[in-house]
């Protein structure tokens, strides 16, 4: 998920303890996560049926947050993208979730239970999930965007936007040069490299700020634009000359998910957290307010439907056609991939 390049905000619910808590010695519960993804309705209904704290810290990309950690920042929970997984778990840096605690675990679907990045759950356990497109300003251009490789029309050149988020960003070019967003193959990456500069000259990162795409669209001056489902709907909702596209050659997923620190002081209440995100009314309260798929399938009957009907937010088989989950990378292939973002950020040959 990416509601990021706002400035970060913590949310600290201060309170006393009340009834349920795990602990009379709990004071707080830290949960990290993308800026605006954690809607203050469920902290607040989380406080007043646990009388529990909790402090919530936004990060604007899972680099900043897992330097974060890196650098001793003190977290109970954490909302990490899917390809963060493995080398959380390979390094020791998260722990094996208890489900005795997560009892609501069941109301997830069950193809979201065994994940290729963490087989069988031990580790970690879906929040939400999307697809990712591009918006097109339809009015502003003469044919039809209906591929990755339409990034590279002429016509285009400058009026192309992205978010400076480092593995969509490598992603994006990959596929708009007909590879995998998981290739390794060592001739592919140097051809990645070697067109990233000239994608790098036909586009705008978007800046600090912005919590959508939209403004850049609507300003006129940009034609196309990375964008997942809030994006589209915030666009939609203020013009129709904003198409979302999925590209011919399939979307890119994204999952994010729950991974509980090594740490972590307060693994129990963590995992009790969690199962309370899982009631199907509170994953409803989270795709309500934030625009994005739940994997909660007892949420549906709770969720807005204009949203629950909408193959934006819940793409339809059709969508997911050649889909591509953003896999996790050896570090060698990893550092390449590092090489081709700074192209991107500080314009290297």
Known sequence: MRFFLAIPVILLIACSLGPGSASTTTSKLVIMGWVGYMPQQLLDTFQAETG??????????????????????????????????PTLISTEKIVPLNYENIPNARNIRIDFRDMVYDPGGRYSIVYQWGITGLLVRTDLIDKSITSWADLWDPTLAGKIVLWPIPRDTVSVLLKSLGYSINTTDPHQLALAREHAPELARRMTM????????????????YVVALGWAYDALDAQAQTDQIMFVIPAEGTILWVDTFVVPTRSTQKVLAERFINFVLQPAISALVTNETKTATANELSLP???????????????????????????????????????????IEGKP
């Open 206 to 221: 978007v800046e600090e700020g912005y919590e959508v795409v939209t403004p850049y669209l609507i300003s006129g001056d």
């Open 52 to 85: 529990i704290a909790v402090e919530y810290i936004g990060y604007d990309t899972p680099e900043q947050a897992l330097a974060a950690l890196d650098q001793g920042k003190s977290c109970d929970l954490m909302i990490i993208n899917s390809p963060f997984i």
């Open 302 to 344: 709770f969720i807005d439907p204009a949203l629950r009907n909408n193959t934006v937010v819940f793409p339809s088989p059709t969508m997911l056609r050649n889909a591509e989950l953003e896999m996790p990378l050896d570090p060698q292939t990893q550092a390449i991939y590092n090489e081709i973002y700074n192209i991107f």
